[in-house]
Protein backbone atom coordinates (compact mmCIF):
# COMPACT_ATOMS: atom_id res chain seq x y z
CA UNK A 1 0.00 0.00 0.00
CA UNK A 2 0.92 3.67 -0.79
CA UNK A 3 0.42 6.83 1.15
CA UNK A 4 -1.96 7.91 -1.75
CA UNK A 5 -3.99 4.67 -1.35
CA UNK A 6 -4.01 4.47 2.80
CA UNK A 7 -7.00 4.52 4.52
CA UNK A 8 -8.83 5.65 7.59
CA UNK A 9 -9.09 3.14 10.21
CA UNK A 10 -10.13 3.73 14.18
CA UNK A 11 -7.60 1.76 16.15
CA UNK A 12 -6.83 1.67 19.71
CA UNK A 13 -4.97 4.52 21.00
CA UNK A 14 -3.20 1.91 23.34
CA UNK A 15 -1.48 -0.01 19.75
CA UNK A 16 0.20 3.33 19.03
CA UNK A 17 3.93 3.75 19.47
CA UNK A 18 5.03 7.75 19.47
CA UNK A 19 8.66 7.30 17.98
CA UNK A 20 10.16 10.72 18.95
CA UNK A 21 8.10 12.16 21.09
CA UNK A 22 8.10 16.05 21.57
CA UNK A 23 7.49 18.51 24.59
CA UNK A 24 4.14 20.45 23.96
CA UNK A 25 3.33 23.38 24.64
CA UNK A 26 1.11 23.39 27.71
CA UNK A 27 -1.58 26.41 26.10
CA UNK A 28 -1.69 25.08 22.77
CA UNK A 29 -2.19 21.93 24.16
CA UNK A 30 -4.94 22.79 26.39
CA UNK A 31 -6.65 24.51 23.30
CA UNK A 32 -6.36 21.49 21.32
CA UNK A 33 -7.86 19.45 24.23
CA UNK A 34 -10.63 21.97 24.34
CA UNK A 35 -11.50 21.80 20.57
CA UNK A 36 -11.59 18.09 20.09
CA UNK A 37 -13.89 17.75 23.60
CA UNK A 38 -16.29 20.50 22.15
CA UNK A 39 -16.47 19.75 18.33
CA UNK A 40 -14.46 16.24 18.07
CA UNK A 41 -11.60 14.90 16.22
CA UNK A 42 -11.65 17.51 13.09
CA UNK A 43 -8.45 16.01 11.30
CA UNK A 44 -6.99 11.98 11.67
CA UNK A 45 -3.68 11.27 13.22
CA UNK A 46 -1.55 9.68 10.09
CA UNK A 47 0.51 6.20 11.38
CA UNK A 48 2.30 3.65 9.59
CA UNK A 49 1.62 -0.18 10.53
CA UNK A 50 4.95 -1.40 12.06
CA UNK A 51 5.56 -4.67 10.80
CA UNK A 52 5.62 -7.78 12.80
CA UNK A 53 8.37 -8.88 14.96
CA UNK A 54 9.98 -5.09 14.31
CA UNK A 55 8.38 -3.17 17.32
CA UNK A 56 6.31 -3.60 20.50
CA UNK A 57 2.94 -2.10 19.00
CA UNK A 58 1.15 -2.55 15.78
CA UNK A 59 1.37 0.84 14.90
CA UNK A 60 4.26 4.00 15.04
CA UNK A 61 2.67 7.66 15.14
CA UNK A 62 4.00 9.79 12.29
CA UNK A 63 2.05 13.08 12.68
CA UNK A 64 -0.51 13.85 15.24
CA UNK A 65 1.38 13.56 18.60
CA UNK A 66 -0.62 16.27 20.12
CA UNK A 67 -4.24 15.12 19.34
CA UNK A 68 -3.12 11.41 20.34
CA UNK A 69 -2.41 12.86 23.82
CA UNK A 70 -5.48 15.25 24.03
CA UNK A 71 -7.89 12.33 22.85
CA UNK A 72 -5.84 9.91 25.53
CA UNK A 73 -6.70 12.96 28.30
CA UNK A 74 -10.34 12.82 27.33
CA UNK A 75 -10.26 9.17 28.31
CA UNK A 76 -10.65 8.10 24.52
CA UNK A 77 -9.70 4.26 23.35
CA UNK A 78 -9.35 4.86 20.05
CA UNK A 79 -8.56 7.25 17.70
CA UNK A 80 -9.27 8.21 14.10
CA UNK A 81 -6.03 7.36 12.04
CA UNK A 82 -4.97 7.56 8.28
CA UNK A 83 -2.82 4.09 8.12
CA UNK A 84 -0.03 3.74 5.50
CA UNK A 85 2.29 1.39 4.78
CA UNK A 86 5.69 3.03 4.51
CA UNK A 87 9.30 2.46 5.78
CA UNK A 88 10.34 3.85 9.02
CA UNK A 89 12.68 6.46 7.01
CA UNK A 90 9.88 7.57 4.93
CA UNK A 91 7.27 7.70 7.94
CA UNK A 92 9.90 10.00 9.56
CA UNK A 93 10.49 11.95 6.13
CA UNK A 94 6.38 12.74 6.08
CA UNK A 95 6.64 13.90 10.02
CA UNK A 96 9.22 16.36 8.85
CA UNK A 97 6.83 17.74 5.89
CA UNK A 98 3.81 17.58 8.49
CA UNK A 99 5.59 19.86 10.48
CA UNK A 100 6.75 22.61 8.31
CA UNK A 101 3.26 22.85 7.07
CA UNK A 102 1.77 22.91 10.44
CA UNK A 103 1.33 26.77 10.37
CA UNK A 104 -0.60 26.92 6.55
CA UNK A 105 -3.74 26.10 7.51
CA UNK A 106 -4.37 28.44 10.17
CA UNK A 107 -2.97 31.05 8.18
CA UNK A 108 -4.83 30.51 4.91
CA UNK A 109 -8.25 28.42 5.40
CA UNK A 110 -8.85 28.96 9.20
CA UNK A 111 -8.41 33.16 9.03
CA UNK A 112 -10.59 33.13 6.10
CA UNK A 113 -13.19 31.12 7.53
CA UNK A 114 -13.31 33.92 10.61
CA UNK A 115 -13.73 36.17 8.13
CA UNK A 116 -16.70 34.56 6.11
CA UNK A 117 -18.51 33.67 9.23
CA UNK A 118 -18.24 36.92 11.08
CA UNK A 119 -19.37 38.44 8.10
CA UNK A 120 -22.27 36.19 7.95
CA UNK A 121 -23.38 37.45 11.11
CA UNK A 122 -21.93 34.85 13.53
CA UNK A 123 -20.92 36.02 16.90
CA UNK A 124 -17.26 35.48 18.64
CA UNK A 125 -18.60 32.36 20.67
CA UNK A 126 -20.63 30.72 17.73
CA UNK A 127 -17.40 31.81 15.29
CA UNK A 128 -14.93 29.42 18.15
CA UNK A 129 -17.80 26.43 18.05
CA UNK A 130 -17.46 25.46 14.46
CA UNK A 131 -13.88 26.32 14.12
CA UNK A 132 -12.82 24.50 17.48
CA UNK A 133 -10.84 27.78 19.08
CA UNK A 134 -11.59 30.29 21.70
CA UNK A 135 -13.47 33.22 21.45
CA UNK A 136 -10.62 35.63 22.52
CA UNK A 137 -8.81 34.11 19.71
CA UNK A 138 -11.78 34.64 16.66
CA UNK A 139 -12.00 38.22 18.29
CA UNK A 140 -8.60 39.37 18.23
CA UNK A 141 -8.02 37.39 14.40
CA UNK A 142 -11.23 39.59 13.57
CA UNK A 143 -9.76 42.94 14.66
CA UNK A 144 -7.16 42.79 12.59
CA UNK A 145 -9.20 41.32 9.39
CA UNK A 146 -11.30 44.35 9.53
CA UNK A 147 -7.81 46.81 9.95
CA UNK A 148 -6.53 45.13 6.69
CA UNK A 149 -3.73 44.05 8.98
CA UNK A 150 -2.36 41.16 6.78
CA UNK A 151 1.20 41.94 7.65
CA UNK A 152 0.86 41.61 11.36
CA UNK A 153 -1.49 38.26 10.69
CA UNK A 154 1.66 37.16 8.64
CA UNK A 155 3.95 38.14 11.44
CA UNK A 156 1.54 36.05 13.73
CA UNK A 157 1.16 32.90 12.09
CA UNK A 158 4.61 32.73 11.90
CA UNK A 159 5.47 33.15 15.14
CA UNK A 160 7.19 35.95 15.41
CA UNK A 161 4.77 37.99 18.12
CA UNK A 162 1.76 37.07 20.03
CA UNK A 163 -1.76 37.65 18.83
CA UNK A 164 -2.89 39.78 21.42
CA UNK A 165 0.18 42.01 21.26
CA UNK A 166 -0.49 42.41 17.07
CA UNK A 167 -4.21 43.64 17.69
CA UNK A 168 -2.01 46.03 20.61
CA UNK A 169 0.40 47.24 17.96
CA UNK A 170 -2.23 47.26 15.21
CA UNK A 171 -4.20 50.02 17.29
CA UNK A 172 -1.25 52.24 17.35
CA UNK A 173 -1.74 55.28 15.38
CA UNK A 174 -0.25 54.86 11.83
CA UNK A 175 1.55 52.41 9.74
CA UNK A 176 4.72 53.72 11.15
CA UNK A 177 3.97 53.19 14.65
CA UNK A 178 3.27 50.17 14.11
CA UNK A 179 6.05 49.00 12.26
CA UNK A 180 8.39 50.64 14.80
CA UNK A 181 6.67 48.59 17.36
CA UNK A 182 6.62 45.69 14.99
CA UNK A 183 10.58 45.87 14.88
CA UNK A 184 10.96 47.02 18.33
CA UNK A 185 9.42 43.73 19.40
CA UNK A 186 11.17 41.15 17.06
CA UNK A 187 14.17 42.74 17.79
CA UNK A 188 14.16 42.03 21.89
CA UNK A 189 14.03 45.98 22.18
CA UNK A 190 10.23 46.03 23.63
CA UNK A 191 8.98 42.37 25.34
CA UNK A 192 5.71 41.52 26.31
CA UNK A 193 3.72 44.65 28.43
CA UNK A 194 6.27 47.54 27.17
CA UNK A 195 4.70 46.95 23.61
CA UNK A 196 1.28 48.27 24.95
CA UNK A 197 2.73 50.95 26.99
CA UNK A 198 4.87 52.42 24.37
CA UNK A 199 1.62 52.17 22.06
CA UNK A 200 -0.09 54.48 24.42
CA UNK A 201 2.94 56.76 25.20
CA UNK A 202 2.60 57.27 20.89
CA UNK A 203 -0.79 57.97 20.69
CA UNK A 204 -0.93 60.58 23.78
CA UNK A 205 1.95 62.24 22.12
CA UNK A 206 0.11 62.48 19.11
CA UNK A 207 -3.09 63.86 20.83
CA UNK A 208 -1.06 66.17 22.81
CA UNK A 209 0.51 67.48 19.43
CA UNK A 210 4.55 66.51 20.61
CA UNK A 211 5.92 65.99 17.58
CA UNK A 212 9.00 67.12 17.52
CA UNK A 213 11.10 64.71 17.54
CA UNK A 214 9.55 61.51 16.65
CA UNK A 215 8.73 59.99 12.83
CA UNK A 216 5.35 60.93 12.66
CA UNK A 217 5.98 64.99 12.62
CA UNK A 218 5.63 66.75 9.54
CA UNK A 219 8.70 68.76 7.50
CA UNK A 220 11.93 68.18 6.41
CA UNK A 221 13.62 67.69 9.48
CA UNK A 222 12.39 64.95 11.13
CA UNK A 223 13.98 62.08 11.94
CA UNK A 224 12.89 58.67 11.82
CA UNK A 225 12.39 56.84 14.98
CA UNK A 226 14.10 53.69 15.97
CA UNK A 227 13.54 50.53 17.83
CA UNK A 228 16.31 51.67 20.11
CA UNK A 229 14.37 55.47 20.54
CA UNK A 230 11.00 53.80 21.78
CA UNK A 231 13.17 51.60 24.12
CA UNK A 232 14.38 55.22 25.77
CA UNK A 233 10.58 56.76 25.25
CA UNK A 234 10.09 53.78 27.45
CA UNK A 235 12.19 54.30 29.89
CA UNK A 236 11.87 58.10 30.44
CA UNK A 237 7.92 57.17 30.53
CA UNK A 238 8.97 54.61 33.34
CA UNK A 239 11.13 57.07 35.42
CA UNK A 240 8.78 59.94 35.28
CA UNK A 241 6.54 57.69 37.19
CA UNK A 242 8.80 56.81 39.62
CA UNK A 243 9.50 60.55 40.20
CA UNK A 244 5.67 61.28 40.87
CA UNK A 245 5.68 58.19 43.50
CA UNK A 246 8.38 59.05 45.26
CA UNK A 247 6.80 62.53 45.64
CA UNK A 248 3.46 61.33 46.48
CA UNK A 249 5.11 58.70 49.34
CA UNK A 250 7.25 62.12 50.64
CA UNK A 251 3.92 63.81 50.71
CA UNK A 252 2.15 60.93 52.50
CA UNK A 253 4.99 60.72 55.34
CA UNK A 254 5.06 64.70 55.55
CA UNK A 255 1.32 64.69 56.18
CA UNK A 256 1.54 61.60 58.44
CA UNK A 257 4.07 63.65 60.21
CA UNK A 258 2.56 66.75 60.79
CA UNK A 259 -0.47 64.89 61.86
CA UNK A 260 1.06 63.46 65.13
CA UNK A 261 2.90 66.79 65.72
CA UNK A 262 -0.62 68.36 65.95
CA UNK A 263 -2.38 65.39 68.07
CA UNK A 264 0.63 65.75 70.60
CA UNK A 265 0.00 69.99 70.53
CA UNK A 266 -3.26 69.29 71.35
CA UNK A 267 -2.61 67.23 73.92
CA UNK A 268 -0.54 69.71 75.67
CA UNK A 269 -2.85 71.70 78.00
CA UNK A 270 0.26 74.59 77.51
CA UNK A 271 -0.31 74.48 74.04
CA UNK A 272 -4.12 74.58 74.19
CA UNK A 273 -3.98 77.92 76.91
CA UNK A 274 -1.94 79.73 74.44
CA UNK A 275 -3.98 78.88 71.67
CA UNK A 276 -6.95 80.57 73.76
CA UNK A 277 -4.63 83.46 74.75
CA UNK A 278 -3.89 84.75 71.06
CA UNK A 279 -7.86 84.23 70.43
CA UNK A 280 -7.49 81.28 68.22
CA UNK A 281 -10.29 80.12 68.31
CA UNK A 282 -10.82 78.29 65.13
CA UNK A 283 -8.83 76.04 63.32
CA UNK A 284 -9.27 73.52 60.32
CA UNK A 285 -11.84 71.04 60.95
CA UNK A 286 -9.24 68.51 59.93
CA UNK A 287 -6.63 69.72 62.48
CA UNK A 288 -9.76 69.89 65.53
CA UNK A 289 -10.23 66.04 64.68
CA UNK A 290 -7.02 65.51 65.77
CA UNK A 291 -7.88 66.86 69.66
CA UNK A 292 -8.77 64.72 72.19
CA UNK A 293 -11.72 64.78 74.34
CA UNK A 294 -11.49 67.09 77.07
CA UNK A 295 -8.50 68.62 75.57
CA UNK A 296 -8.36 72.12 73.10
CA UNK A 297 -11.92 73.46 73.47
CA UNK A 298 -13.05 74.48 69.77
Not at 191 to 220: D, H, M
Request: with cysteine; charged share 25%; net charge positive.
Amino acid sequence: MTPSSARIEMIPISDIAVANPRVRNAKIHKTITDSIDQVGLKRPITVRRVPPGQGSTPYALICGQGRLESCKMLGQSEIAALVVDVDEETGHVMSIVENVARRTPRAVETLEQVRVLKQRGYTDSEVAGKLGCTPSWVNNVANLLERGEKRLLAATEAGHIPLHLAVSISRASGSEAQQLLLDAYESGELKGRKVTVVRKILEQRERSGKKGNNSFAKGPTRRQMSPEDLTKLYQRDVDMHRRIQKKAEYTQKSLLLARQIFKELFASKDFCALLKAEKLGSIPQPLAELAPRGGYAR
